[in-house]
């Protein structure tokens, strides 16, 4: 009886010890995995979105990026959902489609149950670049050289079943050609550095790597994979607009998620506080001047966003 009385006494004081916990939730600093490598858009925009992560009317306490690339995302997003503590203090980034479409395929240890999203901080849109002396100036300069050459147009994306990929198969169905989608393992970066070297002759990548580039004078933007044109590129007509039948299936969806089994009061905080630090002014103007397009959404958004996302994806997939 003393035994079963000790334990008791054992397990309640654990019990208020974890209440505690996640009362003062957080009590040091937080990290956050990002899929990709270092500057990529994923990463260039973590780093922006969680920089007042440590101010009094934030969490308090500092987020440290940590990168762990791989296989289109799969690598981390694995990580993220097998190995990890869910106490709140290992967050990730999130990136849809593109895990989304990687649980579709299958393959991989994660689908939409194995998180919970916290707040989004962006929607990046995908664009076809190619590097800036490129013979092709237009969408349509593309397809034809892909219809002379079928499967000779080389170009570079993030890896499979990112939002690259299906913007990809989205322009092979529109234009009735069979292009070479090489993914490449370092990510939107190294798929942005392969344009510009040209060791491809163009490229699917995101709209904010793709703004910068050209800013720098290394890339030509021919088109977007959206409903509407960005604010960011005024000049660069969606790909609708030059004949292909293309909608914003492909647009990359960023934010922050914790694994399952995370504590439901510091989903809570979390949930509270990550949308005001999107919000924050010194955050939008670095993230404008990035060319970095923000679309702050809640929890309850999010959940909405990925359940819409999932059966459009179902669809996408299974007709291509």
């Not at 960011?232 to 914790?258: C, H, W």
Request: hydrophobic share 45%; charged share 20%; proline share 5%.
């Amino acid at each position: 009886m003393k035994k079963l009385i000790a334990a008791a006494s054992i397990a309640l004081m654990g019990l208020a010890g974890s209440a505690s916990a996640q009362d003062n939730y957080p009590e040091r600093p937080v990290m956050m995995m990002v899929s990709y490598g270092a500057g990529g858009a994923t990463d260039f925009q973590a780093r922006i979105v969680t920089m007042t992560a440590g101010n009094e009317d934030a969490l308090g306490v500092p987020i440290a990026i940590v990168n762990k690339p791989g296989a289109g995302g799969r690598v981390g997003w694995n990580w993220l959902a097998t190995q990890v503590q869910p106490d709140g203090y290992t967050l990730g980034a999130y990136n849809v489609p593109h895990f989304i479409a990687q649980s579709i395929e299958g393959g991989v240890e994660y689908s939409t149950d194995s998180f919970e999203p916290i707040a989004n901080w962006g929607a990046d849109p995908a664009v076809f670049v190619v590097s800036a002396d490129s013979q092709f100036n237009s969408m349509e300069d593309v397809v034809n050289y892909a219809k002379e050459n079928p499967g000779g147009l080389t170009f570079s994306g993030a890896g499979l079943f990112v939002g690259h990929h299906i913007a990809a198969l989205q322009l092979e169905k529109a234009a009735g050609v069979k292009l070479a989608y090489i993914p490449n393992n370092a990510g939107g970066a190294g798929a942005m550095k392969a344009v510009i070297a040209g060791d491809v002759l163009g490229g699917v990548n995101n709209l904010s790597d793709a703004f910068r580039a050209e800013k720098a004078g290394n890339v030509k933007i021919l088109g977007v994979f959206d409903n509407e044109r960005s604010d960011f590129l005024p000049d660069v007509p969606t790909m609708k607009e030059q004949g292909y039948d293309i909608d914003n299936a492909s647009v990359n969806f960023r934010g922050v998620m914790v694994p399952k089994g995370t504590p439901q009061p510091i989903i809570d905080k979390l949930a509270e506080v990550v949308p005001t630090m999107f919000e924050n002014s010194r955050v939008k103007g670095k993230m404008e001047a990035g060319g970095s397009p923000m679309h702050v959404m809640t929890r309850d958004e999010v959940i909405e966003m990925w359940t819409a996302r999932e059966e459009t994806l179902k669809e996408l997939l299974a007709g291509l």
